[in-house]
């Protein structure tokens, strides 16, 4: 019966069937389309599925009236400009709550000061490097309506770099694509090996461009110059590329890099040679507690899939209304400055698919990006490819976020 209720839902908000007039306005932007969507609309779908249990529930009470969420969808397209005109739009909409979504790190550049500048409030999830955060803290924001619900990528370059140096390797290469996303994550992956001591010297430096199916001149010199590993930041069609340019030369060496080698267009475009394969993630598709049994049950039926193309996509998006809907709860409007506000101060533990979030965001200071940041390091594990899908690297990562999920985490 849930499942019946909940793809009547889905059904409903894909048909972009609008509520009355009273309702809760907010917008879903991302890649839904190119080399970008998987995580674009894994994203936009798990947050569907949380929209959907809420308005089932009968939606969120503001004073005397239940309201539920309407929904806007905006294909971005991974293009800054197209990202550029969808935030113009979006901030010129005087009855908009909030925005959740943006993948790619130039179009959250692109974008975001737009709505920065009219005070929307967004999260942006489930990606984007560093420098859609960072970007005001060096302009030196005062009152930033913006929020990111993603493993940060200082979070996931200390990863990369720890894993390299725990399995006792010296020497590796670094390939990144040329978007505003690979230059961040090779910049953070080289800020953290000079952070953890040097103890990896980097024999080689080399870009790709998107769209790269043949890095054969990039992947030589690593082996040339005796790489143990490939240290990798960029999005799923390339990185199967690289994966399977390095079976061709017979560079057998471990490939660790961002979250985005979860990605169905990694995973089955590299087959047999993305075996291995290490990358820091949020969520695995394994039903370790009730809530994630659920929701990938959920997201299984109303998607007609049998793996989610981005699970740590969807399961953020999946998070973020939640939380969003908190946010809405205790502001008990649906103004979206009052909203910004509620985030910052959240008064009640929010129980997510990732874990249950207790503040996950406090007052924007200048100084600390994290203050709108939710993601520490004890919410993220190290995952694994194998024949086909990501699994826990080890045990003890699955056993931890049993644990988080089943108790409430706030910031340290």
């Known amino acids: 019966m849930r499942r019946a209720i909940l793809t009547t839902l889905l059904a409903g908000l894909f048909a972009t069937q609008a509520y009355a007039a009273d309702s809760i306005k907010i917008a879903i932007t991302g890649p839904f389309s190119g080399g970008s969507a998987p995580m674009g609309s894994s994203m936009r779908d798990g947050a569907k599925i949380a929209i959907a249990e809420i308005n089932a529930a009968g939606g969120i009470k503001v004073g005397a009236k239940m309201l ?98 725990n399995r006792k390797y010296t020497k590796v290469a670094m390939l990144y694509d040329s978007t505003n996303y690979g230059v961040s994550g090779r910049d953070d992956m080289a800020e953290q090996i000079k952070k953890q001591g040097n103890i990896l010297q980097v024999v080689t430096t080399d870009k790709f461009n998107i769209g790269d199916k043949d890095m054969t001149a990039q992947l030589l010199r690593a082996k040339n110059g005796g790489a143990q590993a490939v240290l ?115 008064k009640e533990p929010v129980q997510g698919v990732i874990t249950t979030w207790k503040k996950p965001f406090s007052t924007w200071d200048p100084a600390n990006e994290e203050s709108h940041e939710a993601f520490r390091r004890d919410q993220v594990v190290m995952g694994m490819v194998q024949d086909g899908h990501v699994v826990f690297g080890n045990d003890a990562d699955r056993k931890r976020l049993i644990s988080n999920a089943t108790s409430v985490k706030g910031k340290k």
């Open 68 to 165: 539920k969420f309407e929904v806007l969808e905006r294909d971005d397209e991974a293009k800054n400009e197209r990202g550029a005109l969808i935030a113009q739009e979006l901030a010129s909409m005087n009855d908009l709550s909030g925005v959740i979504g943006t993948v790619n790190t130039g179009v959250c550049l692109a974008g975001d000061k737009h709505l920065q500048e009219k005070g929307i409030t967004k999260i942006i999830t489930p990606a984007a490097g560093s420098a859609s955060m960072t970007q005001w803290s060096k302009a030196k924001v005062k009152d930033l309506s913006i929020f990111r619900l993603a493993a940060h990528d200082g979070i996931q370059a200390a990863m990369v770099v720890s894993e390299a140096i």
């Open 232 to 346: 990798i930041w960029g999005i799923g069609p390339e990185l199967a590329a690289v994966a399977n340019g390095m079976a061709k030369i017979g560079l057998k060496v471990p490939l660790i890099g961002g979250w985005t080698l979860s990605m169905s267009n990694f995973i089955d475009n590299s087959a047999k040679n993305g075996n291995g394969t290490l990358m820091p993630q949020t969520f695995i598709e394994e039903p370790i507690t009730p809530k994630a049994k659920n929701f990938i049950s959920a997201y299984h039926k109303a998607y007609n899939v049998k793996r989610i193309p981005s699970p740590v996509s969807a399961a953020q998006g999946y998070d973020a209304v939640f939380i969003f809907a908190a946010a809405v709860k205790q502001a008990q409007s649906i103004d979206t400055k009052k909203i910004k506000l509620a985030l910052e101060d959240l």
